[in-house]
């Protein structure tokens, strides 16, 4: 037992040398912008929803979860309106994979989660590298009880950036659902390594 705890040591180490997931500059300055609009309108739904999905796709998770939550909390009937207003949007622009993302919640938003999956395919379409739709697919398909398909999407974005922590931790729980331990521990581990230093 104990030297293949050092083997796995030696492994999460090589592989912790590779570059981890950072955000890029063109998306640290929308994550900016979005965070100013909400200083500014504090109270309005479209502004917080709007910054929890940039907040979605850069690494801020339980962050834009709580700003998501709040923009019904500012107007209960947003969910409804959320998702029209984003359903025009994408009609008016339909290669835009930001407002793309945003549909997507707004589907999930409104309890119709095979739409959001097809919207998050659409991001994958528009830009291939956006590990962060692969995780929102694999985390929607694991509340469907799709444990598989979940693991797979998990698996297809890591291969894009293994150093993403929410897909560690996603598959982890992944390998637990299929009663595979040691799977699930070593990626537990990674994704808390990964946390560890910020990514």
């Known amino acids: 037992m104990r030297k293949i705890l050092l083997v796995a040591s030696c492994l999460l180490f090589v592989i912790g040398c590779a570059d981890a997931w950072r955000i890029t500059p063109d998306l640290a300055k929308e994550l900016k912008e ?11 739904p479209d502004a917080r929803f709007d910054l929890a999905i940039t907040m979605a796709y850069t690494n801020n ?35 835009d994979w930001r407002l793309r993302f945003r549909l997507a919640f707004a589907y999930y938003f409104n309890d119709k989660k095979k739409d959001a ?19 929102y697919i694999a985390l929607i398909y694991g ?8 693991m797979k999407y998990t698996q297809n974005g890591l291969k894009l950036d293994s150093n993403v ?17 040691w799977g699930g521990f070593l990626e537990r581990v990674e ?9």
């Open 34 to 44: 979005k965070q100013a609009a909400v200083k500014a309108r504090p109270n309005d």
């Open 61 to 95: 998770i339980p962050d834009g979860w709580n700003n998501l939550k709040k923009t019904v909390e500012l107007d209960p009937n947003y969910k409804q309106n959320g998702l029209e207003l984003y359903i025009k949007k994408v009609t008016e622009n339909r290669n």
């Open 117 to 135: 999956i097809r919207e998050l395919d659409n991001v994958i379409l528009l830009e291939p590298g956006n590990v962060w739709a692969y995780g």
């Open 143 to 150: 509340e469907l009880g799709d444990i598989d398909l979940a």
């Open 165 to 181: 922590a929410a897909l560690h931790l996603l598959l982890s729980e992944g390998y637990y659902k299929k009663n595979n331990s």
């Open 191 to 199: 994704a808390l390594r990964l946390k560890a230093l910020g990514y």
